[in-house]
């Protein structure tokens, strides 16, 4: 079995290859000094404390569009498994039992703990963009049937924002669907999920969502 780190994640580096469907893009990654630096400074500036190792070896997911449209490549990573996302996904991490759904793919790292966890029971993942499950899926399971793993993931190409209420309820549901923590958006479209998707929670069931942890001290009132 692969290590995991202390944030309870996989490395992703040895589970998803690089590829390119339509406009997004999965790489490998690995910075410099002088960018694991760099990163720090960008964390620490919003007042997230921040590490710095776990920099070198990234698979990082790029939304091509995006870069031609605002012309700079940092705007245009829609997930990596960078440490900062180890942090803020945590919260998940721990919390995650029985059946839990899932608002945005990326490159699947959230996803590999809970295939080892014998406490979930059925994995549903809503992704908008059809080339994204295309470039993952195909990958995740692989990794499935190499570990034996029961494969109780189910990959739906839809649209967060509608809904499917004929699915079965959920546990725990994970939201994050947004490539900037510091969002003013975000905070506006949790809102409007977490009154959409109380009514797909089981009783005493959850909501979740990226930013909602310790690093980032996030609430949304509701």
């Not at 960018?35 to 990082?60: M, N, R, Y």
């Not at 109380?198 to 069931?205: A, D, H, Y």
């Amino acid at each position: 079995m692969m290590n995991i780190n202390e944030y309870g994640y996989y490395n992703m580096v040895d589970i998803i290859k690089p590829c390119e469907k339509g406009r997004f893009q999965i790489k490998h990654y690995t910075a410099t000094p002088e960018q694991v630096l760099e990163h720090k400074a960008h964390w620490d500036k919003i007042g997230i404390d921040s590490v710095t190792h776990g920099l070198d070896k990234l698979v990082v997911l790029y939304d091509n569009d995006i870069t031609r449209r605002h012309g700079n490549n940092l705007y245009s990573v829609v997930m990596s498994s960078d440490t900062i996302e180890h942090q803020s996904c945590k919260v998940f991490n721990d919390s995650a039992y029985g059946d839990v759904m899932i608002a945005g793919l990326g490159i699947g790292m959230v996803i590999i703990p809970l295939l080892h966890n014998p406490k979930v029971t059925r994995i549903t993942v809503y992704e908008k963009y059809q080339n994204i499950i295309d470039m993952v899926k195909p990958q995740l399971d692989a990794y499935i049937e190499k570990n034996n793993l029961t494969n109780n993931l189910h990959i739906i190409c839809r649209d967060i924002n509608n809904p499917d209420y004929s699915l079965p309820q959920h546990n725990v549901v994970w939201i994050d669907i947004w490539n900037e923590m510091s969002s003013d958006k975000r905070q506006r479209d949790m809102k409007l999920l977490i009154r959409k998707y109380r009514k797909q929670l089981k009783k005493n069931g959850v909501i979740k969502w990226w930013g909602e942890d310790e690093y980032y001290n996030d609430r949304v009132d509701v």
